[in-house]
C-alpha cells in the first residue's frame, strides 16, 4: 500500500459572509424569477410586494401558509 505523507493545505472560503460585498455596484439581491407586479389590482401588487419583503427579510424560496396568513394581516386584512 501506497501511503500518502504531503497532503495540499485546502483553505475553506465562507462566501456566505461576503456575499453583497463581491458584487457589482448596483446588483441587489439575486432573484430567481423577475417581479411580476403589473396586476391592475392595486391590492394584489401590495400583497405580492409584502410577500416578496418577507421573503427577502427572512431568506425563504416559499412560505407556508402560517407565514402567509402573517402577511396578510400584516397588511391589514382580517376574516
Known sequence: ???????????????????????????????????????ENEDVNELAQAIDQYKLLHRRRFITFEELHSVVTGLGYHK
Open 1 to 39: 500500500m501506497k501511503q500518502v505523507t504531503e497532503q495540499e493545505s485546502v483553505t475553506f472560503e465562507d462566501r456566505r459572509q461576503n456575499r453583497d460585498n463581491n458584487r457589482p455596484e448596483g446588483i441587489g439581491e439575486r432573484r430567481q424569477f423577475s417581479n411580476s407586479y403589473n396586476s
